[in-house]
DNA sequence: TTTGTTATTGAAAATAGATTTCATTTAGCG
DNA sequence: CGCTAAATGAAATCTATTTTCAATAACAAA
C-alpha cells in the first residue's frame, strides 16, 4: 500500500485514542476507517462529507463517499464527531469533538471554519427560571458560538 | 375560489403584520404566499416544508411545494420565520419567529414539536469571557432547549 | 373598470445529497 | 494460513431541494 503520510505525522494522539474506542467495542480497524478518523482528528475544522473524502483519500486512495457517511454515522454515535449547524448555513458538517466527556459547546470560526470547544456555558440558572415558567420539562440544549478567530480577522 | 377557512379564523394578528411587512418591502400578496404565512403564522410548532405544504393547501388548493420554498426562503430572509435543528434530527422544519425584535431563542418541545420562545440567554458574560480567552471575534450565537412541553409530559 | 407590466406561480426536469443493495474484500481470530 | 462475519465500494435508488420556463395574476396607471 502506498502511503502518503509518514505514521508518525499522519496519527495524532486523538486518532489513537478514537481506535481504541472502537476496539474496545468490538469494531474492526479497517484501512477506511482508519483514513476517516485521522482525518477528523487531524483538524479542528468542520467539514462536509464530501471534503472529508476528498481528504481522506489522501491517507487511502480507494476510500468511497459512501464510508464516509457510515464512518462519520458511526462516530457520530459514539460522541467523537459533532454535526455543526451554524445559523443557517452548511446544516451538514462534522467536527471531531476534542472535550473528553460531558458537557459541552462549539464556537466556530465563520471564515475558516476552525472549531474551539468549551465547557463553561453557565446556563443553568437560565434554564431553570425558564422551566419554571414555562413548566417545560427541560431535557437538553444545543449551543453554537459563531465568530472569527485570531488568525481570520 | 373555493374558502376552506372563514376569513376571521384563518387570518391571525400575526399574519396580518407580516402582510403589512411584506407589502412594505414591495412583495405582491398572492393567495399562494397568503396561505403560507397564514399556515405558519397559526401554529406555534415546527414543521416541514412538506407538512406545510399539505397544511397551507387547506387554504389555497391550487398551491404547490415550489412555492412553499420559495415563500419560506423570503420569510426567513426577513426574519419572519426560523429555521429549527433541534440537535441531530430534524434539520430542515420551520418555525414562525414570534417575538417581535430583537434577540431570542426556543425551546422545542421534542414530542408535539410545540415551540416556546424566550429573549433571556443571559449569556453574555459567558460570551465576554469566552472571547476574551480564545482571543475570538464573537459575533453571534445560536441556542434551542429541548424538553416536553407541560401537556406532553 | 380596463390594460400593461412584471413579479410570481406551478409543472416538470435537473441537481444534489444521502441511503440501500449486493457481490466482493478483509480484519481479526483460532 | 484458512474461516467467518463485518465492512467495503460501485451502482442503483431514494429524497429533498433547486432550476427552468411558459402561463398566470398582482397591482399600478390610465
Ligand atoms: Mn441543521
Ligand atoms: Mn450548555
Ligand atoms: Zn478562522
Ligand atoms: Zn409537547
Redesign the pocket.
Known sequence: MKRFFSKKEGMSTLAKIWEDH??AR????????RA?LETMASETGHR???EIHRQARWR?R??????????L??LERLNLVQRVHQGKMR??SFAAVRLEKGHHHQLICRTCGHVEEFPDCALDRTLRKLQARTGFAIESHHLEVVGQCPKCQ
Request: proline share 3%.
Open positions: 472502537l476496539r468490538g469494531y474492526r480497524l479497517t484501512k477506511a476507517r476517516v462536509t462529507p464530501e487511502y480507494k476510500l468511497g463517499l459512501v464510508t464516509v457517511y457510515r464512518t454515522a458511526l446544516c451538514h
